[in-house]
């Protein structure tokens, strides 16, 4: 993630303030004070708010799952396989820790990042009120691809490694018309 200075940022080790900021939780909420799933969690039951007015998310419309998933298999094959050069053997574990211990959700209502290693657990929401915008580049021929979600306050989310990227994103952009 890269904040309006320039600084970039792992989209999963944002302070409170930038969370704030961003939207990602209400701005009158404490990082001691809210039920978190990891140290310094954003809540998961509560739908992502706005410090500039009201509610993000619509309450009155029930959460439909779009996608939910923890990326790419095509990714994992290919990077065991690859794994046999000793070259590729750091990307390969990086790979199989994001397969066991990140996952996206994409709904009507929000982009969520759920991260559950057992060194640093937290969840990112982002409600579709704050994306901007939207764009996807394939790898490997397509098979998988990766995300950049631009959010209206400057700030990126970067998701890597996800399988039906071109559906998600369109997903993504007729949510935020809507």
Aim: glycine share 6%; charged share 20%.
């Amino acid at each position: 993630m890269a904040l309006a200075d320039g600084t970039c940022y792992d989209a999963l080790q944002l302070s409170a303030r930038s969370r704030r900021q961003a939207g990602l939780v209400k701005a009158d909420s404490s990082d001691s004070s809210t039920s978190t799933t990891g140290a310094d969690s954003v809540p998961a039951a509560a739908p992502a708010r706005t410090s500039r007015g009201p509610a993000a998310v619509n309450d009155s419309i029930p959460e439909e799952l779009f996608y939910e998933g923890s990326g790419s298999n095509a990714e994992l094959v290919l990077s065991l396989i690859l794994a046999a050069t000793l070259v590729y053997i750091p990307i390969t574990i990086a790979i199989v820790g994001k397969r066991l211990w990140i996952k996206y959700r994409f709904t009507n209502k929000r982009v969520t990042i759920i991260n559950t290693s057992p060194l640093f657990a937290k969840t990112v929401e982002v409600a579709y009120s704050q994306i901007a915008e939207v764009r996807t580049a394939p790898r490997a021929f397509g098979l998988w691809g990766d995300c950049v979600i631009f959010l209206k306050n400057g700030d990126r989310l970067e998701i890597t490694g996800l399988e039906r990227h071109q559906e998600i994103k369109r997903h993504i952009m007729s949510c935020i018309i809507d």
